[in-house]
């Protein structure tokens, strides 16, 4: 046993099972140093009360039971320093800081210690910072918490830290608070339920950061974040993730990046200058970005296999933007409520599914899908609407609904193949006031248009390349509207049929039919 002491006015207790040792001590200084291989424990506690206090502490070492330390400081400028390492079975550190500008360190490493490494860290006033290091330890666990003003937390637990666990607990201002943990090449030990990734970290108030980083394996991430200027950033590399990021107030950011095989990602925020953006590469994924207030974006994207996306937006400057590529059966939905709404969905694969509905203000949705067997529909309420669905293939569906004020859309489908198997079919309803209504069939056979426009300035494009396509446009009902209608279609193929009605006011048609066995009829 080595002990290493300079004198001043502070209490010091040493405690180590073979022995207790208690001395009124000059300045700040304490170095432990327990290093002989067969020991049964290395024990040490250190308490200290006063100004400008230091203490550091080594434990090294084959302990049969393990190296555990308790630190405690009161007062002002303390800092604690804390380095175990050996093979034993449990490594234990414990800081609590009271004062100001206190400083923790605390690093396990080296050894496998098969009952557990812990680390917990508390501190209260200002300026406070805490770092946790753990290296290759089976039941990791790390716990910080942070009160006063411009504190820092930083964990990172490294190689094969089977039972992994991180939590980090802050505040007041300023907080920032960093969470890495590794899995290295994520070999799954025997026994899938013992490789438990999990980190947690919670800010609350002001110009909060938070960013974890997970490697391998059953990962969880949980990332909560009250106060202002708030960032959320998540990384999970492989392979069952699952990440949930909440932002309550102000400039909020969140990001979260996974790869690999069972993502699943859940980003909700509620209000100001919020931004939310997932990427998810590769097998079982699902998505939910929430916003409620201001100036609101929603950016995600996911690449191969099955996957369901949804994105809420409720208020004000509202963007959604979803990129599914790959695969079948993806699912994406688009709710947006009210304000400068802007939505737009691009999925590529089959048996995909989109569905966009927007209710107020300056809306404009796009869908674009390219496979087979997609559907689409396209929902606006009121205002100045747009529309827009482009399918490319066969079997497709599309379908765009329209109720108030400058009504735009467009529906555009291109088969490529003539057999009458591969047929398309859009439908497209509006209601009131500016209407136009454009949509093109290309290709295919057996393909169906029908649009209806009911209220004011309508007026309708529709072109059919094939054969056997029917089209039935009706401007005017439901029970009357109409107003200054026209109408243009073209069909070129055979044994096409156009069926159009036009209900009154200031109608104009012009239809044109190119091929053999077509048929129109007109009702003015």
């Not at 980190?199 to 950061?209: D, K, P, R, V, W």
């Not at 969880?220 to 959320?232: I, P, V």
């Not at 529309?387 to 490529?416: C, P």
Request: charged residues 10%.
């Amino acid at each position: 046993m080595v002990f290493k002491a300079q004198e001043s006015s502070t209490f010091v207790s040493l405690t180590n099972k073979n022995f207790t040792m208690k001395k009124l001590v000059t300045g700040a200084f304490v170095v432990l140093s327990a290093s002989f291989a067969y020991a049964q424990n290395s024990d040490n506690t250190v308490t200290q009360s006063g100004t400008n206090n230091t203490a550091a502490v080594t434990q090294l070492g084959l302990q049969t039971y393990g190296n555990e330390n308790v630190s405690t400081q009161t007062g002002t400028g303390n800092s604690v320093n804390v380095y175990q390492r050996s093979n034993s079975a449990r490594n234990k550190a414990e800081t609590t800081q009271n004062g100001t500008l206190n400083v923790a360190n605390v690093s396990q490493g080296q050894g496998f210690s098969a009952g557990g490494v812990e680390v917990v860290q508390d501190q209260d006033g200002l300026g406070n910072r805490a770092t946790a290091t753990q290296q290759f330890s089976y039941g990791s666990k790390m716990n910080q918490t942070q009160e006063g003003i411009v504190n820092r937390a930083t964990a990172t637990q490294g190689g094969g830290d089977v039972r992994s666990n991180i939590s980090q607990n802050q505040d007041g201002n300023f907080n920032t608070a960093t969470a890495s943990q590794s899995q290295v090449g994520y070999t799954r030990p025997t026994g899938v339920y013992s490789t438990a990734n999990d980190i947690s970290q919670i800010q609350q108030g002001n110009a909060n950061t938070a960013t974890a980083t997970q490697v391998g394996y059953l990962s969880e991430l949980d990332q909560d974040q009250d106060g202002t200027g708030n960032t959320a950033t998540s990384t999970q590399t492989g392979p069952r993730h699952k990440t949930t990021q909440n932002q309550d107030g102000n400039i909020n950011i969140a990001t979260s990046t996974q790869t690999g095989i069972h993502q699943t990602s859940s980003q909700n925020q509620d209000g100001n200058l919020n931004r939310a953006t997932s990427t998810q590469s590769g097998n079982d994924h699902s998505s939910s970005q929430s916003q409620d207030g201001n100036l609101n974006r929603a950016t995600s994207s996911q690449s191969g296999g099955s996957s369901w996306l949804v994105q809420s937006q409720t208020g004000n400057s509202n963007i959604g933007t979803v990129n599914q590529s790959g695969g079948t059966y993806n699912g994406a939905m688009q709710i947006q409520s009210n304000n400068n709404n802007n939505a737009s969905i691009d999925q590529i694969g089959s048996s995909n599914g989109a569905g966009q509905y927007q209710t107020g203000l300056r809306n404009r949705a796009e869908t674009d899908q390219t496979g087979d067997n997609n559907l689409a529909d396209t929902n606006s309420n009121g205002n100045d609407n747009e529309g827009y669905i482009v399918q490319n293939n066969n079997y497709n569906k599309a379908e765009i609904d329209q109720i108030g004020n400058d009504n735009y859309a467009s529906g555009t489908q291109s088969g490529t193949s003539s057999s009458a198997l591969n047929s398309n079919n859009s439908k497209i309803y509006q209601d009131g006031s500016d209407n136009s209504s454009t949509a093109s069939q290309s290709a295919g056979r057996s393909n169906s248009l029908v649009s209806n426009q009911y209220g004011n300035m309508n007026l309708l494009e529709s072109n059919q390349i094939g054969n056997g396509n029917t089209a039935s446009v009706n401007q005017g009902s439901s029970s009357m509207d109409a107003n200054n209608n026209e109408a243009f279609v073209m069909q070129n193929g055979t044994s096409n049929t156009l069926t159009l009605n036009q209900m009154s006011n200031g109608n104009t048609h012009t239809s044109s039919q190119m091929g053999s066995g077509n048929t129109i009829t007109v009702n003015q």
